[in-house]
């Protein structure tokens, strides 16, 4: 004779004599006379037990039947007829969350419940004559997350994307890409990735571009000096952003020093009239510039070679400075100095350093 098993919705379940059921259930049902039924009513209690705890779910499960699910999620399932859906446990403690479709029985103040059906978060607010559920928000009722970037692990309500989270009970924020929490402060897990710039210029005085550290440094190290501004430099080589002044006329190409040409034009030569424009250049020891190998040398003041024109009464072979004066005749006698002594300029003492120009 058959067993006939019915269930709470009072549909029934068959099991002919000497056979077991493994297909119909995702525990196996025993018939009358099958040998070894004491292996199989073991297998199906521990089962129960466990609630089919594994990574994949029961085969055949019926609507109310229960699933721990054992993967990563480590989440209590419940098969509703067409699809697992997990089990919130309710958290009845201070800063505890309740996840529930209706609201929940709590009388115990600063627990948050998230509406499941609504998708809106509330806390539970008590003041001195009442008790209720407030939403939490800035400027409504209520504070909605996308349910598009949020998953549900274990009662926690983990947002994929920027917006609001709740993590093991505690209301925080998502910070997203370039900051993260330490402890209970906030800090840059690094340099933005958008919105980046390595302008050293920083021309574009934007408000929402972020600077690199090389492009402040040379900003900054450049003491902020507008495009064309010449500098004493006491390097053997030009500092970032600059070029040495040459000690003779030079050209240099209008596209690789565009912002250098907008500035300065022709001023200081029109180069081939296309291509190329004079940069200012200062000959050697003019002023306060020479070559790169000979900066930190020191120099001495030279006058030009020059004559002194002498007149009266003078005696033979007098000496003046440096040159002689031969005997005066009446009608004047014209002396040269040692020609040897002098130079082509007049030329002041002092140090050598680089004329640098700001190109960009």
């Given at each position: 004779?058959?067993?006939?098993?019915?269930?709470?919705?009072?549909?029934?379940?068959?099991?002919?004599?000497?056979?077991?059921?493994?297909?119909?259930?995702?525990?196996?049902?025993?018939?009358?006379?099958?040998?070894?039924?004491?292996?199989?009513?073991?297998?199906?209690?521990?089962?129960?037990?466990?609630?089919?705890?594994?990574?994949?779910?029961?085969?055949?499960?019926?609507?109310?039947?229960?699933?721990?699910?054992?993967?990563?999620?480590?989440?209590?399932?419940?098969?509703?007829?067409?699809?697992?859906?997990?089990?919130?446990?309710?958290?009845?403690?201070?800063?505890?969350?309740?996840?529930?479709?209706?609201?929940?029985?709590?009388?115990?103040?600063?627990?948050?419940?998230?509406?499941?059906?609504?998708?809106?978060?509330?806390?539970?607010?008590?003041?001195?004559?009442?008790?209720?559920?407030?939403?939490?928000?800035?400027?409504?009722?209520?504070?909605?997350?996308?349910a598009a970037t949020t998953t549900?692990?274990?009662?926690?309500?983990?947002?994929?994307?920027?917006?609001?989270?709740?993590?093991?009970?505690?209301?925080?924020?998502?910070?997203?890409?370039?900051?993260?929490?330490?402890?209970?402060?906030?800090?840059?897990s690094g340099e933005p990735t958008?919105?980046?710039?390595?302008?050293?210029?920083?021309?574009?005085?934007?408000?929402?571009?972020?600077?690199?550290?090389?492009?402040?440094?040379?900003?900054?190290?450049?003491?902020?000096?507008?495009?064309?501004?010449?500098?004493?430099?006491?390097?053997?080589?030009?500092?970032?952003?600059?070029?040495?002044?040459?000690?003779?006329?030079?050209?240099?190409?209008?596209?690789?020093?565009?912002?250098?040409?907008?500035?300065?034009?022709?001023?200081?030569?029109?180069?081939?009239?296309?291509?190329?424009?004079?940069?200012?250049?200062?000959?050697?020891?003019?002023?306060?510039?020479?070559?790169?190998?000979?900066?930190?040398?020191?120099?001495?003041?030279?006058?030009?070679?020059?004559?002194?024109?002498?007149?009266?009464?003078?005696?033979?072979?007098?000496?003046?400075?440096?040159?002689?004066?031969?005997?005066?005749?009446?009608?004047?006698?014209?002396?040269?100095?040692?020609?040897?002594?002098?130079?082509?300029?007049?030329?002041?003492?002092?140090?050598?350093?680089?004329?640098?120009?700001?190109?960009?």
């Amino acid at each position: 004779m058959a067993y006939t098993l019915v269930k709470s919705d009072g549909t029934n379940i068959i099991v002919t004599d000497n056979t077991k059921d493994t297909t119909t259930l995702s525990l196996t049902l025993i018939g009358r006379y099958f040998p070894g039924y004491g292996q199989i009513l073991n297998n199906n209690t521990l089962r129960l037990l466990e609630n089919f705890s594994n990574i994949s779910p029961p085969a055949h499960p019926i609507a109310g039947q229960l699933w721990w699910d054992s993967s990563a999620a480590k989440e209590l399932k419940v098969w509703n007829g067409t699809s697992w859906s997990a089990i919130a446990p309710p958290v009845a403690n201070t800063g505890g969350l309740t996840i529930s479709a209706t609201t929940p029985s709590i009388t115990d103040p600063s627990v948050f419940w998230w509406d499941s059906n609504s998708g809106e978060l509330f806390v539970k607010y008590q003041d001195i004559d009442s008790t209720q559920w407030v939403g939490v928000t800035a400027s409504s009722s209520s504070a909605t997350i996308p349910a598009a970037t949020t998953t549900v692990l274990g009662g926690v309500i983990v947002p994929t994307a920027s917006g609001l989270s709740i993590v093991n009970g505690s209301l925080g924020i998502n910070v997203g890409t370039g900051l993260s929490v330490v402890g209970n402060q906030l800090v840059s897990s690094g340099e933005p990735t958008a919105n980046k710039s390595d302008d050293v210029t920083m021309a574009a005085n934007s408000p929402t571009l972020f600077p690199t550290q090389h492009a402040v440094k040379t900003y900054v190290g450049s003491g902020a000096l507008p495009v064309g501004s010449i500098i004493d430099f006491a390097g053997v080589a030009a500092p970032a952003g600059f070029l040495v002044c040459p000690i003779a006329a030079s050209n240099i190409s209008r596209t690789t020093y565009a912002t250098l040409f907008a500035a300065i034009g022709t001023t200081w030569g029109i180069g081939d009239g296309s291509t190329t424009f004079g940069i200012p250049w200062f000959p050697t020891d003019y002023t306060s510039v020479h070559n790169p190998g000979a900066v930190g040398q020191q120099t001495v003041g030279q006058v030009i070679n020059h004559v002194h024109t002498v007149s009266g009464n003078q005696a033979t072979n007098n000496t003046y400075g440096t040159g002689t004066a031969t005997a005066y005749d009446g009608a004047g006698t014209t002396n040269t100095g040692n020609p040897t002594i002098g130079g082509p300029a007049n030329l002041a003492a002092g140090s050598r350093v680089l004329k640098c120009i700001k190109y960009m």
